[in-house]
Nanobody
Framework: VQLVESGGGLVQAGGSLRLSCAAS????????MGWYRQAPGKQRDMVAT???????GYADSVKGRFAISRDNAKNTVYLQMNSLRPEDTAVYYC?????????WGQGTQVTVSS
């Protein structure tokens, strides 16, 4: 399984970005997918997850601003990020869970300027 993230960049506070994660492999549609982020000097934290049934979960810090979605026909998971804040600055990683295995992408940098 390979995961390739895209869509990161530099944006002003209040702006929006949409991250994409394209997955290889044949079991995408049955996998739990998630977005995580890691700021410098901090641990990697969960941002959002989506099950194979489409149920979603979010960190409290992004509820109401971020939305995770998936397109099983394209083996792709998305993270729509609105109302971005400087504290959202981090490297964002895509994760795929095919129990008991977990796979990570290489990450994409998101920088929010104040």
């Amino acid at each position: 399984v390979q995961l390739v993230e895209s869509g990161g960049g530099l944006v002003q506070a209040g702006g929006s970005l949409r991250l994409s994660c394209a997955a290889s492999g044949s079991r995408f549609s049955s996998s739990l997918m998630g977005w995580y982020r890691q700021a410098p000097g901090k641990q990697r934290d969960m941002v959002a997850t989506i099950t194979c049934f489409g149920s979603t979960g979010y960190a409290d810090s992004v509820k109401g601003r971020f939305a995770i979605s998936r397109d099983n026909a394209k083996n792709t998971v998305y993270l729509q990020m609105n109302s971005l804040r400087p504290e959202d600055t981090a490297v964002y990683y895509c994760q795929q869970t095919e129990w008991p295995n977990m796979y990570w992408g290489q990450g994409t940098q998101v920088t929010v300027s104040s």
